[in-house]
């Protein structure tokens, strides 16, 4: 069955910290996998990643997939209170090609 | 460019009643795809759509179906509700769809509570 999971379920950390949230995820006919922000609202779009060992950068987040071990990480540097959300990853493949999701990492960032 | 909207936003309806929600994409696109998200399980896909045609489904029972308008609006009915279907259902809208790799939009959800 495919499956995408998340670690750490939820993590705290204080303004100017850096975070690491981890992606695995088995997924048949895998083609990319997607990195959203979930605050109070819909998620919003960060990254797409569908090849090995290419950074993706964006402001103070980055991201990475690894596709031999079935991972990727989502960095995020200098944090602010503004980052706290649920961060979602989601592989997108199947047998019916969709996109399944983890269950998300909560982040809180104090101040 | 306008974003994606959802109508209602929030519903309450009984078990076995049935409901439908409406899901209007960005101007332009043509795949919408819906979620269901659950405390529980998360955010989970329903189906998507693409120029009127279903064209990827998730694992839900029947009692789930949707469609695609020719402008690319889409409806999503539920049927014989169960207090189970209380969620968060959103939509997304992209241009190409799954297949084409690229950003989904997402709509701001209409949730839906079953007593």
């Known amino acids: 069955e495919d499956k995408v999971v998340q670690s750490p379920l939820s993590l705290v950390v204080h303004e100017g910290d850096t975070v690491t949230l981890n992606c695995s995820y088995e997924v048949t006919n895998f083609r990319s996998l997607l990195w959203y922000k979930q605050e109070k609202k819909a998620p919003t779009f960060l990254f797409m990643l569908t090849s090995s060992g290419i950074e993706k950068k964006s402001g103070r987040l980055s991201s990475i997939l690894d596709k031999k071990e079935l991972f990727s990480i989502l960095n995020i540097t200098a944090t602010q209170t503004g980052d706290s959300a649920v961060y979602l990853c989601a592989g997108y493949g199947g047998a019916t090609n969709k996109l399944i999701f983890g269950t998300g990492t909560l982040l809180a960032v104090q101040p | 460019k306008a974003g994606v909207t959802q109508t209602p936003r929030y519903l309450i309806k009984t078990r076995g009643q049935q409901v439908t929600l409406s899901c209007s994409p960005i101007s332009g696109h043509r795949s919408v795809s819906w979620y269901q998200q659950t405390p529980g399980q998360g955010l989970q896909f329903l189906f998507e759509?693409?120029?009127?045609?279903?064209?990827n489904k998730g694992n839900f029972p029947g009692r789930f179906s949707g469609r695609q308008f020719s402008n690319s609006r889409s409806e999503m009915n539920v049927s014989t509700l169960e207090l189970g279907d209380s969620a968060l259902y959103l939509c997304?809208?992209?241009?190409?769809?799954?297949?084409?790799?690229?950003?989904?939009?997402f709509g701001p959800g209409t949730r839906l509570l079953v007593l």
């Open positions: 997304a809208s992209s241009s190409l769809g799954l297949a084409g790799e690229e950003t989904q939009y």
């Open positions: 759509y693409f120029s009127e045609t279903q064209r």
